[in-house]
């Protein structure tokens, strides 16, 4: 119960991996808000999180507004009272891949979701954050932010400037007693693999007629140095410790959970 009293909002909570690190954050004793552009999939988290003893909050928003982060700090200080953790875990993909492909509104999708979400929410908490002198926020990165996949050119950069947003937010906030790190991720079948698989299929001709699933266990099995694939609960596991008294001289930091596919 190391996150005992701890209130987390958590973006994209409404999803496999944001579910999955709500629940990890749940078992260490943290109450929880689930923030995703879909209600419904945050209220299904949520009765989740309820139905193992948690409490948690469903709030609808989208972390490219600026007005609506702002909302969501204030629901959540409404609802528990304080804001311990933000967990910037919702990001986006888009609908094609390769560079050639890739479309200027897809960019800024990317960008909208992937940077600017992280940089409206982490600005709307940290008054109240300072206020109190604690906080932790953990940016949830990619792997591709290292690899620099050619498939993924907004996606990779993207989630690479999330990288540099972590270490500034991270300088500026130690002041105040506030951890900002980030995670890169690898290989998590989620239901982000399963659109993408299929886009992947497209532009590899070795690839044509597999299978999601098929596709994802190939690119596992050629990447993945420990031969395995990642899980929600591996990076969940990662961001409660992060948010843990037991890394509070850890900041402006980033950590692979990806099997050595990234070292370093």
Not at 52 to 78: H, N, P, Y
Not at 118 to 145: C, D, Q, W
Not at 168 to 183: D, R, S, T, Y
Not at 211 to 224: H, L, Y
Request: contains cysteine.
């Amino acid at each position: 119960m190391r996150l005992h009293d701890r209130v987390a909002i958590v973006t994209g909570g409404g999803g496999g991996m944001g579910g999955g690190i709500a629940m990890c954050l749940v078992r260490e004793g943290a109450r929880i808000v689930v923030s995703d552009v879909n209600l419904e999939w945050a209220r299904a988290c949520v009765r989740e999180i309820e139905g193992a003893g948690g409490r948690a909050l469903a709030v609808q928003s989208d972390v490219t507004s600026e007005a609506d982060c702002k909302s969501l700090v204030d629901a959540s200080i409404g609802e528990f009272g304080q804001i311990d953790i933000v967990v910037n875990n919702a990001g986006h993909f888009g609908e094609r891949v390769g560079v050639a492909n890739q479309t200027a509104a897809e960019w800024d999708d990317n960008w909208g979701v992937n940077v600017k979400g992280p940089f409206y929410l982490t600005r709307a908490v940290t008054t109240h954050m300072a206020e109190r002198k604690f906080g932790k926020i953990v940016n949830i990165s990619s792997v591709a932010a290292k690899r620099d996949p050619t498939f993924a050119p907004a996606y990779a950069a993207s989630k690479n400037a999330l990288l540099t947003l972590t270490r500034v937010f991270a300088k500026e906030l130690a002041p105040h007693n506030i951890n900002v790190n980030a995670i890169c991720p690898g290989f998590v079948w989620t239901t982000f693999w399963e659109r993408l698989a299929p886009m992947l299929a497209e532009t590899d001709a070795s690839l044509e007629g597999m299978g999601a699933r098929t596709i994802f266990d190939k690119f596992v099995t050629g990447n993945i140095p420990l031969g395995r694939e990642q899980s929600p609960e591996d990076v969940g596991n990662l961001v409660a410790f992060l948010c843990s008294e037991e890394a509070r001289q850890i900041t402006g930091q980033t950590i692979n959970v990806d099997g050595g596919v990234a070292m370093g």
